[in-house]
């Protein structure tokens, strides 16, 4: 407690870092407050049928990481989201077209020219989901449109698409002018938003006399909870460090030797990406034979794919969760380029030829990593399923892994590092007595 309360002082003797604080948290709160305004031209009241279909499946993700704004018909319903997925688009062009690639490695101006495309397509992918969330709207909750449909689909898509633009910005802003790691933030702040109602249903179910279990089982989970956390840290931060030595040159006739660094190859190095790609691929199937057929066989299908907790469910989610980190890896990781650029940089592995045996070493070393890391994955992604069969309640269950969990705790790791390295700039102690937090990667994205 006195090593908190000393750091807790350190962090705010730093003006810097304390401004930095406060303009997070303001930002913060604006976000958190925009979430609750509704759109012009809709009744509250009418809403339940909405928040209904967000209780469950997708829909439910999609609420959690607007923070409930998704439920609320609010004019941040969309949230960041639209920007993640146009990153992923941009991200995936960046390894397929040339003319992407060629952008990459423009430096600082070819980032910038890439992030103006990523906001054009944010934008379009806005203009797009905007009327079939309205469209959605419409269907369940009908009576909540006060005004004319025409002119409310209209005005509440831009208002949809500028409210999400107007989300980006504050994440850039935090970015800039905050702590940092701006749009993983934004999406932590969605995703603990619905923690303390989550936490408050389970805690209150588990009392009543109808589930059972009572204070019992409610600590078991609580313990199962920061055990999963626990693991879920350890896979984020597990490592595997390639030392590259740089090459040796003659200095007025004496022998000087480069100093030995690292390569670290993560054990994680797909992040959630694995987990939102599965996710998407399992919520087609579901729907398609629920919309387009009404015979029994379909219908049970439909019920299989959509039955979050059951087995086959989860063995079909497991198997695309480890393909899709196989493929995610081999898009982001490309050991030719990186076995290049070492050998641009007069650089080599102790005992391995520079060129294309490295490549090849990198490649082993990637394809020993990908497997455990991706089978964990899988893993964490299933303990959500593990909860629902123990009655855990669905908006609380989701905090037991997958998505949710995995992003929570990079965020956290990646802000801590953020401020523990204004620490030890300074010259003050760091977070942590036993060494330094690192975080997941160079990277502060969350996706």
């Not at 999963?228 to 597990?238: F, M, R, Y």
């Not at 670290?264 to 691929?281: D, G, S, T």
């Not at 102690?429 to 975080?439: A, P």
Request: charged content about 15%.
């Amino acid at each position: 407690m006195k090593k908190f309360v000393k750091t807790i002082k350190n962090i705010w003797a730093i003006e810097d870092l304390r401004t930095r604080i406060l303009i997070t948290l303001a930002f913060a709160a604006i976000y958190r407050f925009g979430s609750f305004i509704v759109l012009p031209g809709i009744n509250p009241e009418h809403l339940t049928a909405l928040r209904e279909q967000t209780s469950g499946g997708l829909m439910s993700l999609l609420n959690m990481f607007s923070g409930g704004a998704f439920s609320n018909a609010s004019i941040f319903a969309l949230g960041i989201m639209p920007y993640i997925s146009a990153s992923i688009v941009i991200q995936l062009l960046a390894v397929a077209v040339p003319y992407f690639q060629k952008m990459q490695r423009e430096g600082e101006s070819g980032h910038r020219k890439i992030n103006q495309y990523t906001r054009y397509l944010t934008i379009l992918v806005l203009l797009i989901q905007g009327p079939f969330y309205l469209m959605n709207l419409k269907a369940q909750a009908s009576g909540a449109i006060l005004v004319n449909e025409t002119t409310f689909f209209i005005t509440s898509s831009i208002i949809l698409a500028a409210g999400s633009m107007f989300v980006l910005w504050l994440g850039e802003r935090i970015t800039d002018r905050g702590i940092g790691n701006g749009v993983s933030l934004i999406i932590m702040l969605g995703i603990i938003a619905r923690l303390p109602q989550a936490f408050g249903q389970e805690m209150l179910s588990r009392f009543s006399a109808l589930s059972g279990g009572g204070l019992v089982m409610f600590l078991i989970e609580i313990v199962v909870l920061f055990a999963v956390v626990l693991a879920a840290i350890l896979l984020t931060q597990g490592t595997r460090k390639v030392p590259v030595q740089y090459a040796q040159r003659m200095v007025r006739g004496q022998q000087v030797g480069g100093a030995r660094q690292y390569i670290p190859l993560k054990l994680f190095a797909a992040n959630v990406m694995p987990i939102i790609f599965a996710q998407a691929v399992m919520f087609i199937p579901a729907n398609l034979a629920g919309m387009f057929s009404e015979d029994g066989a379909s219908t049970g299908f439909a019920m299989l794919l959509s039955d979050y907790t059951s087995f086959a469910y989860n063995a079909i989610f497991a198997v695309l969760i480890i393909l899709f980190t196989y493929l995610y890896t081999a898009i982001t990781m490309n050991p030719v380029q990186m076995a290049e650029d070492i050998k641009r940089n007069n650089g080599f592995i102790p005992g391995v030829r520079p060129g294309k045996d490295t490549s090849d070493y990198l490649d082993d070393i990637m394809s020993h990593l990908t497997l455990p890391g991706s089978v964990f994955l899988a893993m964490i992604a299933c303990m959500p399923a593990f909860a629902g069969l123990l009655n855990v309640q669905q908006e609380f269950a989701h905090f037991f892994g997958g998505t949710s969990l995995l992003i929570l705790v990079g965020v956290v790791l990646d802000t801590l590092q953020q401020i523990e390295s204004h620490l030890l700039m300074r010259h003050y102690d760091g977070l942590l007595e036993t060494g330094r937090i690192h975080g997941r990667n160079g990277s502060v994205s969350a996706y």
